[in-house]
Structures are given as C-alpha cells and as structure tokens.
C-alpha cells in the first residue's frame, strides 16, 4: 500500500512545498496594484463586509452591479473577506488563490487515478500533478484576485466525485458531487455550462437519474437565493458583456484565429511538445472506451466548443476544464511517456510568470490628494484620464475604499475641460485602453502648453512610472478669474442637461441664483420649466461664452415645474409600457397595461430628514387590491458622485395629474 501510494504523496508534498516558496516570494516583491477585474471583485468582497457591519441583511447576498461588469455569485468573494484587513489584500489574495490552486490540481489528479489501469495510479496522478501544477499558463491568473480559480477548483472536484460516483450510481458521492457542483454555481454563473456532458451521462439508467435529481436539488437549494435576488439585473449585463467581444477586437466566430484561440494558450500551458503529446494521448485513451473516459473528453471538448462560440474571448474563460486533458491523457499512458511529460512540464515551467518589483504609485496618488484636499469634513473629485492596467480609476477607487478615503470621489465630467474635478490624474505616454474622444482630446490638450487645460490646470506632482512614462496630477491655479458677476446665456449645457434662457445673479462668493425658462434632460424628454434655484460652493469659469463648472457644494431647488401629460408621456416612451397618471385623496395614481390586466400604484412625496421620501400606499391588479407591505423608498439627497456630485435641497413638491411642481 505505501509503494502504491508513495509516488503522488511525494510529488503532493513538493508541489506545495514549491507553490508555498512561490507565493511568500510573489507577496514580498510584486508592487502593482490591482487591475480592473481583481480590483472590482475586491470591492465586492468591501461591499459585502460593510453590509455585515450595517446589518443589511439582503445586501449580504444582494450583489451591488459595477460599470461594465455584471454581477457575480459570492462564494469566492466571501473567501476573500479574511484578507481585507491585511495591508495589501490584492497581494495577500495569492494565498487564498493557493488553496484553489492546490484543490484545482489535486482534483484533476484524483480524476487519473481513477482513470488509469490499475498499478498505475499513483504514477498518473503524480504525473498530472506536475504537468498541471507547474502550467505557467494555468497559473497565470494565480496571483490576482478572480472567482474563475475557484469556478475551475469546484468545477473539476466535482467531476472528481462524479467519477468516484460512477455517474451518479452511488448515492453518497453523488451527494457530495453536488455539494461540489453548488460551490462552483455560486462561485461564477458559467459552472452549469461545464457540468452538462456529466448532466447527460447520468441520464442512462433510472437509479442515475434519481441521484442526479438529488444532487442538483442540493445545488439548486445553495444557489436559489442569490440567483433569485440578482438574476433580473444580471442576464441583461451578462448579454452585454457576452455580445461585446468583437467590438473589442476579439477575432470573428468563423475564423482561424477564433478556432486556434485557446489551443493557443494550451500551448502557452504546456509547451508546443508535450501537448502534441498529450493530444495524441488522448486519442490513445479513448480506444480503451468508458463513460467514465468519455464523459472527462466531453467536458473537454464541450468546453471548448461553446467558449469558442461566445464572442468575448480570455483564456480564464476555459480554464476549468484545461485540466481535463492532463487527468485524462495521462491516466492512460505507459511510464515512459509520463516521464517525458514529466520532464518536458519540468522544463517549460521556466515560462512561469515573474513578480514585478516595479513601483506603481497608486498609493501616493491617494496620499497626495489626502494632504492636499481631504481635510476634515471635506470632499474632492478625481478624474482620472488614464485607463492603463494598473492606473486606472476602478484600481483607483478600490484602494481609496480600502484606505478609508470617505470624501475622495471619482468621477468628473469630461467636455473642453474636466469639469466638476478638484484634481486630474494623467499618464503619459500610452495612457491605456477603451478611452473615449473626450478623453483623448484632453490629454491632447494636455501635452500643448498653450492650451485651455494648462491655463486653468496646473500639475501638482509628478512620479516616474516603470514603463518609462509619468503619472502627473493637476489641479486648478490658485487665482483663476471666476465668474463674479451677473450673467445671461440664451443657452447652457451643464453635464448633459440643456438649459434655456439662463440667468446666473451673485449673490455673495460662491453664491449664485439661476433662472432658466426650460430645462431639458437627457433619460427623460420631460422638460422642466420655470427653474429657479441657488447655487452654494460654485466654481464657475467663463470662456468665450461658455459656462464651465469647476466645482458646486450645493443646489437649493426653489422652484420648478414639469408638465403632467408629458411626463407621462416620457415614462411611456422610456418603459415601454402605457402610462396615465392621476390624483386621488391626495397621492399620485400612476397606471398602467400589462396585457389585458391594468396595475395601478399610489405615490406619495415627502422631504424628511435632507432625504426624499416616496411611499407607495397601495397597488391595484386587475382592481384588486394587492396585499403589498407598506413601503418607503428613501433617497439621499446628499452628494452622491459621479452622477451627482453636490448636495440637494428640494423646497415641498406637489404632486397632481396635471403637474409636478416644487416650491411656490
């Protein structure tokens, strides 16, 4: 029994002993700060911890959606709370991601042992260990935070026990496979797609079907809650991201470099030798047919199939079933070929990945604007025109929520200058990817020292950056000639408002009143009339007739009125849906069609607190009352950044069917 076991307990142990050295290593060296994806699954794992410490309970499995991505299970994310207190958690996380890493090609060799003839077990799975576990191209996500190392680490212990189970004919480990499969549910939404060929291997005997029936109940039971919650606002955002990747310059469905993606990147896992060796293995392995043998090649190559066909392309994406190549090939070759695959993984593993000591100053961005602009019980905007890999404003965000910075917001808005920014951050150099042409023209502007922006921006601290570029951050002169007196503009665009006949009175520094006869918004075709509000904390900068807002601290809304039947009009436009709105005893009745049943809602308005308060009284299907609980949606009506970023004071609204009105 020791001679039987001795070779992959031997190999187990210097593999982890190997990783462990490695990961102590990368910890110590590696400087960069995270890119965007680990810096937003970092921020996910922040945003769960503080729903802990509010007591929010929902929000516990409720996953707050993130610009460009959509939302992701909390399994991983839940792992990753332990490291939030350490100093560096984007570095720390490397040792999270061992523990997947060890489980991911741990699984894989369980699956040879299984596989190979026997008396050849332990010399297979030993096997498998090396080749997958020195993989520099499986490892090349290690050391960042992704929920795809745990997705591939669930998804490949669940075949583990699948095979164990001899396709769902014993109870015990069918069980467990689907504790496994839950796991891999819960840590990204792709795992159903991995697990299917083991789905339809089960389905060829009514005692299969029935310990399969059990197991997905098990998984079902994990995951129900978060997809329950999160799916409405996820599959939209799912799509987007899917249907995204030729836009992105990712190659056209029917094309080679579509086809070759990924056996491209095998190539970078194994070397050119030895996966021509472990094709041709997996040939051999198949002329000795099982289900168990097929269903392993079905993982494989189903895998390969659909994230071939899916437009968006990155090798993590078909990295939970990389490994069943190794398990399966392996399993089934003579002791000379494995020591050849061996040797050769031996020796392509110089290719791993390095740490890099270069010194990205991200945290001396945020130290910088701390001393400059957050004092006590103040806020500053950074606009950050840069979107490099690791200077970039979701890295950004993520360690100014990680340091405590509350008052620093990011946002800006970008039109001949950085408008609403009390600082800008640069990069020269090539400033990254997916910038738009705003963008693009300022840093422009921003290279000619005669130019708009240099006249109103001037640089407050330079770092050499290790690509041989620099991160510059500019803020406004001292002393630039604001706007101080009374002003008219028969038109304004502010952000991507458009307002009409605008008159601006001083009222003291920084103290405006506006007037404007019309205002139109871009979500909502519903112009605003009669607007008349005072402005508190502006910066107002006046060029060639053009209004540009450096900064505002508040909008007092003194007055405004919005049509009725043209608000109900611009609801119907931008839902879809027939909308009618009407009064009764004093709320807001808004009505609508589905189908052939009529819904109708009871609204009320009220200003408690600094905050907008909006009950909802009642609802109405079909004229039925429906047993809904009494609910109050409550606004803030503080600075809420980018998209807001200034404190609003709302005089008593009014509600009727015929107008919306605010103040006298």
């Known amino acids: 029994m020791l001679r039987r076991w001795a070779p992959v307990c031997l190999v187990a142990l210097v593999l982890a002993a190997v990783h462990c050295a490695l990961a102590i290593r990368w910890w110590r060296i590696d400087r960069r700060p995270p890119a965007w994806d680990p810096a937003v699954h970092l921020g996910t794992a922040l945003d769960y911890r503080q729903a802990w410490d509010e007591s929010r309970w929902v929000d516990l499995i409720r996953t707050t959606p993130r610009p460009g991505h959509p939302q992701y299970p909390f399994a991983y994310h839940y792992t990753l709370l332990p490291l939030l207190g350490s100093q560096s958690p984007h570095r720390a996380v490397v040792f999270l991601n061992l523990l997947y890493f060890l489980l991911f090609v741990g699984s894989a ?24 576990g020195l993989s520099p191209g499986l490892m090349e996500k290690f050391r960042e935070a992704f929920p795809d190392l745990a997705l591939a680490a669930w998804t490949a212990l669940a075949y583990a026990l699948i095979v164990r189970s001899r396709g769902f004919t014993h109870k015990g480990w069918s069980v467990a496979a689907g504790l496994a499969a839950g796991l891999a549910v819960l840590s990204k939404w792709g795992a159903v797609l991995y697990l299917l060929p083991a789905a339809v291997w089960a389905l060829r005997s009514r005692e299969s079907r029935r310990h399969l029936g059990l197991a997905m109940s098990l998984a079902a039971a994990m995951a129900l809650p978060w997809y329950l919650i999160n799916t409405p606002a996820m599959l939209p ?26 056996p491209r990147w095998l190539v970078d896992c194994f070397g050119a030798p030895a996966l021509a060796l472990l094709a041709g293995g997996m040939l051999w392995a198949l002329r000795g047919f099982t289900p168990a043998r097929l269903c392993v090649a079905a993982w494989f190559a189903f895998s390969y199939l659909f994230c071939t066909l899916v437009p968006s392309k990155d090798y993590r994406y078909f990295l939970p079933a990389a ?45 910088e604007i701390e001393k400059r602009g957050l004092g006590p019980g103040r806020s500053a905007t950074l606009c950050v025109l840069a979107n490099h890999e690791y200077l970039n404003a979701t890295s950004l965000t993520w360690l100014a929520r990680h340091r405590g ?61 290790p690509d041989g570029s620099q991160a510059v951050l500019y803020q406004p002169k001292s002393g630039l000639a604001l706007l101080s007196g009374q002003r008219r503009f028969p038109e304004l665009t502010v952000r991507k408002a458009r307002l009409f006949d605008v008159a601006l009175k001083p009222l003291g520094p920084g103290r405006f009143e506006l007037r404007a006869s019309r205002v139109e918004l871009p979500k909502l075709d519903a112009p605003i009339r009669d607007l008349r509000a005072e402005l508190s904390g502006a910066r107002l900068l006046e060029r060639e007739g053009r209004l ?38 004093g709320a807001l009745m808004a009505s609508t069609r589905l189908g052939p049943l009529t819904l109708e ?27 809904l609980p009494s609910l109050n949606l409550r606004r803030s009506l503080g600075p809420r950044p980018p998209s807001q970023p ?9 509600l009727s069917a015929e107008r919306l009105s605010i103040g006298s």
């Open 109 to 132: 060799a369980w699956i040879a042992w299984q596989l190979a003839q026997p008396g050849g077990e332990s010399w297979a799975a030993a096997a498998v260990l090396i080749v997958a």
């Open 237 to 262: 955002r799912i799509w987007n991201s899917v249907t995204l990747g030729h836009k992105q310059g990712h190659p056209l469905t029917w094309t080679w470099a579509n086809w070759w993606f990924y």
């Open 323 to 367: 490994v069943a190549l190794p398990a399966l090939t392996l399993s089934s070759l003579p002791g000379p070929a494995l020591a050849l695959s061996a040797g050769l993984a031996l020796w392509h593993s110089r290719q791993m990945r390095r740490p890099d000591p270069g010194a990205w100053p991200a945290e001396e961005v945020l130290a």
């Open 405 to 465: 910075l509350k008052g620093l917001h990011f946002g800006g808005y970008q039109s001949e200058l950085p408008e609403w920014s009390d600082f800008v951050l640069v990069k020269t150099g090539h400033p990254g990817v997916f910038l738009s042409d705003a963008t693009h023209g300022l840093l422009a502007q921003e290279r000619d020292p005669g130019s708009f922006f240099r006249s109103v921006f001037i640089a407050a601290r330079r770092w050499p950056l």
């Open 548 to 585: 540009y807002v450096l900064g505002l601290e508040k909008v007092r809304l003194l007055r405004a009125r919005q049509d009725g039947r043209e608000l109900a009009q611009a609801l119907s436009r931008r839902s879809g849906l027939p909308i009618a709105l009407s009064t009764s005893d």
């Open 601 to 627: 809602l009871s609204l009320t308005t009220a200003i408690r607190d600094g905050d907008l308060h909006v009950g909802v009284r009642g609802a109405r299907l079909a004229g039925l009352s429906l047993p």
């Open 646 to 654: 200034y404190a609003l004071e709302l005089a008593p609204i009014r």
